[in-house]
């Protein structure tokens, strides 16, 4: 069985930024990408960044310049800095991890953009 807990979400003001991390345990073999979606209110889940085993990197063209995802292959964690938030940014982001034996989802922490 596979646990991610992320951890990192709270509120931030405009123009703020915060810092998720996703930690992954478990019987956990073969990672081959890591990475966050979002759901904001009424809106689909939709990718934020992805970061697979090699070095590529994807991100929405609504968070480029401006949010970076990276990984810790050590600690099997991933890792999300935002910086420059927008209120539009505000939603349940989930930690999302592609393994040997399918794909996990975090239970999701909560980012929201307000002043």
């Known amino acids: 069985q596979v646990q991610l807990v992320e951890s990192g979400g709270g509120l931030v003001q405009p123009g703020g930024s915060l810092r998720l991390s996703c930690a992954a345990s478990?019987?956990?073999?073969?990672?081959?990408?890591m990475g966050w979606y979002r759901q904001g209110p009424g809106k689909q889940r939709e990718l934020v960044a992805r970061?697979?085993?090699?070095?590529?990197?994807t991100y929405a063209d609504s968070v480029k310049g401006r949010f970076t995802i990276s990984r810790d292959i050590a600690k099997n964690t991933v890792y999300l800095q935002m910086n420059s938030l927008k209120p539009e940014d505000t939603a349940v982001y989930y930690c999302?991890?592609?393994?040997?034996?399918?794909?996990?989802w975090g239970q999701g922490t909560q980012v929201t953009v307000s002043s």
């Open positions: 478990g019987s956990i073999r073969g990672i081959y990408a």
């Open positions: 970061a697979i085993s090699g070095g590529t990197t």
């Open positions: 999302n991890v592609d393994h040997l034996h399918g794909t996990s």
